[in-house]
């Protein structure tokens, strides 16, 4: 029996495994991916405190390592469910476990909605990004497109304006979602250039 099952071992459920460590509780981390989450896809990760530059990898081993120097434990499954038990919940993994712990934290992130196209996954970090404040820096002076017409994308793409050289914002429908505060804020924007009425159909490139 552990006192906490840990279910996501991005930077969420390793800092708060960190934090179980720390107040002495047995802890089983369990991940269905790799350790480290989401940031492991970041090729430069500037903004964690203490870190002048460190890569998503580096920064997932660093936090692995320390979790680990605290005593939790590791399963490499992914979860199907959580079953109440009364006095403790089980968790049942794909591979037929069943772990017991009196306490769940359920730290399974989010996921980033895909267009679906090929090569996209390929190219996740290595020219596509769904972050403008973590990954902006990286296309300072160049040309990009904030795929999306939402308030999300006008946000990212006002943003992205102040550094890039030229951003083209691609939206599927004949008219831009975002709120009208929004919108005229990015029309303010010389070097923003939208695009409506348009679905993107592929991505191009080797690298
Ligand atoms: C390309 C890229 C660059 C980024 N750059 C930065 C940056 O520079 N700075 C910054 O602050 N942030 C950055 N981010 C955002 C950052 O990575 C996320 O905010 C962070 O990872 C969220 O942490 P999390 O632990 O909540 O979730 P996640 O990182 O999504 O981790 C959740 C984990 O749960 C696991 N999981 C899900 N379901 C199950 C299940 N059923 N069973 C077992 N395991 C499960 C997943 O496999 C995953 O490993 C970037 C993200 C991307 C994609």
Known sequence: MYDIIIIGAGPA?????????????SVLIIEKGSFGGQITYSPKVENIPGFL??????????????VLAQGAEIECAEVLSI?????????????????????????????????GLDKETDFIG??????AVCDGAFYEGKTIAVIGGGNSALQEAILLSDLAKKV??????????????????LNTKSNVEVITGTT???LLGDK
Do not use: P, W
């Open 83 to 115: 079953r109440e038990m009364g006095t403790h919940k089980t968790v049942l993994t794909d591979d037929g476990g069943a772990f017991d712990g009196r306490a769940v934290i359920v730290a399974t992130g989010a996921k980033h909605r895909l267009l």
């Open 126 to 131: 290595e020219g596509i990004s769904f972050c």
């Open 53 to 66: 530059s460190v890569t998503g990898n580096e920064f997932a081993d660093k936090l692995v390592e320390q």
């Open 168 to 185: 083209y914002v691609v939206q599927n429908l004949d008219f831009l979602t975002g709120e009208k505060k929004m919108v005229d804020q």
């Open 13 to 25: 459920g390793l800092t708060a495994a960190l934090y179980a460590g720390r107040a002495n509780k």
């Open 200 to 202: 993107v159909k592929a």
